[in-house]
């Protein structure tokens, strides 16, 4: 079984909607999510991290998990141009090896 | 404050020969990762340095790829007798603790192509 599960996309929203990206992750005593954000031809950046189950809102971005489900969301309210890239999921299994999804693609439609 | 740094920024060599990749991680950082990217996938995790020791090297695909880190800084990421499948980007990142509470913060990669 994968340890981190993303649907790769693309995933293509029109400007000013709502993206909803998820991902679900094998192990259960995982304790902090990540998201990071990877625009074509560029390292990755963090732009969310959530450690309690519920809703994390920072802008236009809020992260949901839940902890049960093991399942951890980003949604990206009034969505812009600007937003198109590869979000990675990434939640800390315990150790210091941190491992990513493979990412799904989103692509903003103006 | 300079971010993460890498060199080069893009190496071809031949199928057979040996390449050394630097990374430069932000100063006062104890931890450094070496992920690999190939063309539209995900990050493939190395190995990860805390401060000089490399707890886990169970990410580096054979004996033919081995990294150093030393004065807790500069670390190098070496791969011997390079094949066409070690084509991809070598990301490398910092952070300034345990990633657990810490961000990473990648620097922009080192294209390697092997011919």
């Known amino acids: 079984q994968k340890e981190v599960e993303q649907n790769s996309g693309p995933l293509s929203v029109p400007e000013g909607a709502i993206a909803s990206l998820n991902c679900t992750y094998s192990?259960?005593?995982?304790?902090?999510f990540f998201w990071y954000r990877q625009y074509s031809g560029k390292s990755p950046e963090l732009i969310m991290s959530i450690y309690s189950n519920g809703d994390k809102e920072d802008g236009r971005f809020t992260a949901q998990l839940n902890k049960a489900s093991q399942y951890v969301s980003l949604l990206i309210r009034d969505s812009q141009p600007s937003d198109s890239a590869t979000y990675l999921c990434?939640?800390?299994?315990?150790?210091?090896?941190?491992?990513f999804g493979t990412g799904t693609r989103l692509t903003i439609i103006p | 404050g300079a971010g993460v740094s890498q060199s080069p920024s893009n190496k071809v060599t031949e199928k057979g020969k040996d390449v050394e990749l630097r990374c430069d991680p932000i100063s006062g950082h104890t931890a450094l990762y070496w992920y690999r990217q190939s063309l539209g996938q995900g990050l493939e995790f190395l190995i990860y340095?805390?401060?000089?020791?490399?707890?886990?090297k169970s990410g580096l695909p054979s004996d033919r790829f081995s990294a150093e880190r030393t004065g807790g800084s500069v670390s190098t990421l070496t791969i011997q007798r390079t094949q066409q499948e070690d084509s991809a980007v070598y990301l490398c990142?910092?952070?300034?603790?345990?990633?657990?509470?810490?961000?990473?913060?990648f620097g922009p990669g080192t294209r390697l192509t092997v011919l």
């Open positions: 990142a910092s952070s300034r603790g345990l990633v657990a509470y810490n961000e990473l913060f």
């Open positions: 990434s939640p800390h299994f315990g150790n210091e090896k941190l491992t």
């Open positions: 340095f805390q401060g000089n020791s490399a707890p886990d």
């Open positions: 192990d259960r005593g995982s304790q902090s």
